[in-house]
């Protein structure tokens, strides 16, 4: 055998044993990884758990110990039970009055959030005019404000108005561009499309509007979308801004129904079964979009956060 030959098995040999070992790390490590992954959603699956597991207990049950996980028997009807119930709070309000009110703020709010957030991001990324970066800036500065200073200036100027006891408080401000953080999350994705695009629509004769509309958009679906299931979160869960401009029981969304709902069970004795079951069927809509827009979801705050 030629010396050179040898020299290729010597170092083959070497070679070998420490791409053995580098993948035994890589392994280690991805187990070690996905073992944390694990015992974190474990702890924060838990209260979730809990919540469903006590909302399908009878009454005995809620307080025994130790604990039981898993009811016995099962009850379903306490959903039910807790839907009829919801009417105890005002006559004449139903849990699908409720819902209606819900998402009727939900949705308007989150369409509005989504729409002038993407227009204001689409000015700040692709438009130049004097002061456009001081603009920004101070833009974004107003996410130091604590919303607790400015409740009682909008309070004033909503009563002003003669508009307290209505949705448009909880609707109206949205299509004002009322979220920074989704403004900057957009304007991000924006600035990493390349010019040449719009430069090429122009040319063809688009003019801005529709650049906006069939071009950039759909190139920013991800952080779009996950726009609109951070606004459909909050919206959905918004329990101050409910309280504060609502007066009448017809008009309350689910988050405030819950809380009277609560008060009228605790007369008694607290039905902790009931408020489960409503809690539950509060959060499966949150927790179904965002199974359904993970991937966009995720791909939009990640993607977003690294380029531009």
């Known amino acids: 055998m030629s010396t050179s030959a040898q020299t290729l098995d010597r170092d083959a040999t070497m070679i070998d044993p420490l791409a053995q070992r580098r993948r035994r790390m890589d392994l280690l490590a991805r187990v070690l990884i996905y073992f944390l992954l694990l015992v974190g959603a474990a702890i924060i699956l838990i209260p979730v758990l809990w919540m469903i597991s006590t909302s399908l207990k009878t009454e005995s049950q809620l307080f025994v110990y130790p604990p039981k996980w898993v009811p016995d028997p099962i009850e379903f009807s306490n959903y039910v039970d807790a839907w009829n119930s919801l009417g105890s709070i005002a006559p004449g309000l139903t849990f699908w009055r409720i819902i209606g ?31 456009r970066d001081v603009i920004f800036f101070i833009m974004l500065a107003t996410m130091m404000i604590p919303p607790t ?31 920074p953080t989704y403004i900057f999350l957009l304007r991000q994705f924006f600035m990493t499309i390349p010019r040449d695009m719009e430069d ?46 609502l007066n009448t029981t017809q008009m309350f969304p689910l988050v ?37 827009a993970q991937r966009y979801f995720i791909e939009g705050l990640t993607v977003g956060a690294v380029k531009g």
């Open 200 to 245: 090429a629509a122009t040319v063809d004769g688009a003019n801005p509007i529709q650049i906006f509309f069939y071009i950039m958009l759909p190139l920013v679906k991800p952080a779009f979308l996950a726009i609109g299931v951070l606004s459909f979160q909050g919206n959905w869960n918004n329990f101050e801004s409910p309280l504060i401009y």
């Open 149 to 179: 200073l400015t409740r009682v200036p909008a309070f004033l100027i909503w009563r002003e108005l003669g508009l307290l006891n209505t949705y448009d408080p909880l609707t109206v401000p949205a299509w004002f561009a009322w979220g």
């Open 256 to 292: 405030l129904a819950i809380r009277f709902f609560q008060e009228s069970l605790s007369k008694e004795a607290p039905k902790w079964h009931y408020m489960m079951a409503m809690a539950t069927m509060m959060a499966a809509p949150i927790l179904a979009l965002f199974f359904v």
């Open 101 to 131: 009110n819900t998402l009727f703020i939900t949705v308007l709010a989150m369409f509005a959030e989504m729409f002038s957030a993407a227009v204001v991001a689409y000015g700040f990324a692709r438009f130049y005019f004097k002061g």
